[in-house]
């Protein structure tokens, strides 16, 4: 069984930064690919980045590219996404989300696609990003 936690949402204002944590308990922390998720009011959940994931090491959608980096504790199972030069429009409920990696294909196939998250049976709870402007 994996179970997943997140923290480090909260209220910032546009241009600051935030870092997300997720803690990840599983026996075989390194087998997974952990992905960040978010959801806006009103719109449908999209992608963010993935670590581990597929033939890559890390992957971003293009609104993100270049503010947001994940990075891995293997130590503490722990993923984080640091999340720089924050925007209003990156407000959302973020999530963090596990798969097996050998479950998955190369990201550029499906993580920009609707509902990548099909592909993750593990999730944790929500934490959410406010950016005011």
């Known amino acids: 069984d994996v179970q997943l936690q997140a923290s480090g949402g909260g209220l910032v204002q546009a241009g600051g930064s935030l870092r997300l944590s997720c803690v990840v308990t599983?026996?075989?922390?390194?087998?997974?690919?952990i992905a960040w998720f978010r959801q806006a009011p009103g719109k449908e959940r999209e992608g963010v980045g993935c670590?581990?994931?597929?033939?890559?090491?890390?992957y971003y959608v293009d609104s993100v590219k270049g503010r947001f980096t994940m990075s891995s504790d293997n130590a503490e199972a722990t993923v984080y996404l640091q999340m720089d030069s924050l925007k209003p429009e990156d407000t959302a409920i973020y999530y963090c989300?596990?798969?097996?990696?050998?479950?998955?294909?190369?990201?550029?196939?499906?993580?920009?696609?609707?509902?990548?998250?099909?592909?993750?049976?593990?999730w944790g709870q929500g934490t959410l990003v406010t950016v005011s402007s």
């Open positions: 989300a596990a798969a097996e990696s050998i479950s998955l294909p190369t990201p550029r196939l499906w993580f920009k696609s609707s509902n990548p998250g099909r592909r993750f049976p593990y």
């Open positions: 599983t026996l075989a922390f390194d087998d997974y690919t």
């Open positions: 670590i581990r994931c597929g033939n890559h090491n890390t």
